[in-house]
C-alpha cells in the first residue's frame, strides 16, 4: 500500500525502516520530546530503531497500532511520523499521533497525510470515528485537526503528562465516516 500527493508518499512500517527512522528522531529530538517521548527513546541508536521497527511491524499485522511513514519521493528521506493507535475494534474507532520534520512544518503535508490516512481507515480498516488529540498551544496539530474537518468534541482534564511536567489538558477532536 502506497498513497501518493505531490512529491511525497506514505507507506506502512517496513523492515529497512529503521537507519530512517533513527536518523528522524535525532534530528526531531527536541519536537519529539514533550508529546512522543517514547517513541524518542526507543530510537536513539539503530540497534534501537530496529527494534522499534520490529515491534511495530507485529502490531501493525495484528492490528493493533498502524504507523506510516512519511517520504519525500526523489529522496526518500523520511520526514513524518503517523500513527493510528488506541484502536477500539468495538467501538470502531481509532486515534491519530503525528510528527513532522522541522524541515517541512508548515507545509500542508502532516494536514493532507492525515486527509489520505482518514480516508484509508474508514475504507481500509472500517472504524467509524477517528480522534486527534492535542493541547491547545500546539497550533500546527489543532490547524491539522481543523483542515481535515475535524470536530472539537471537548476539553479532557489531565489528559496527558509529559517527562518532568504537570498533567496537561487537551483538547478531543473527532472526524466521522460519512454514510452514504
Known amino acids: ?6 512529491s511525497y508518499y506514505i507507506t506502512p512500517i517496513q523492515p529497512k525502516d529503521g537507519w530512517h527512522i533513527c536518523n528522524f528522531a535525532v534530528a526531531n529530538e ?10 524518542l527513546e526507543q530510537n536513539l541508536t539503530p540497534d534501537l530503531s530496529n527494534h522499534f521497527v520490529s515491534k511495530m511491524i507485529k502490531q501493525f499485522e495484528a492490528n493493533e497500532v498502524f504507523l506510516f511513514t512519511l517520504r519525500e519521493k526523489e529522496s526518500r528521506k523520511l520526514v513524518g511520523l503517523i500513527y493510528i493507535k ?12 503525528y510528527a513532522i520534520d522541522y524541515n517541512v512544518e508548515g507545509k500542508g503535508l502532516t494536514t493532507e497525510a492525515v486527509k489520505q490516512l482518514s480516508d484509508y481507515a474508514f475504507e481500509n480498516l472500517g472504524l467509524d470515528t477517528l480522534q486527534i488529540i492535542v493541547h491547545k498551544s500546539n497550533i500546527g ?11 472539537w468534541i471537548k476539553t479532557l482534564k489531565n489528559e496527558f503528562t509529559p517527562l518532568g511536567e504537570n498533567s496537561l489538558n487537551m483538547e ?8 452514504e
Open 30 to 39: 527536541d519536537r519529539l520530546k514533550r508529546y512522543f517521548p517514547k517513541t
Open 172 to 179: 478531543l477532536y473527532e472526524l466521522y465516516k460519512e454514510i
Open 1 to 6: 500500500m502506497q498513497l501518493n500527493f505531490g
Open 141 to 151: 496539530s489543532l490547524k491539522v485537526a481543523e483542515n481535515n474537518n475535524f470536530t
Open 86 to 97: 488506541e484502536v477500539d475494534w468495538i467501538k470502531k474507532q481509532g486515534e491519530f499521533a
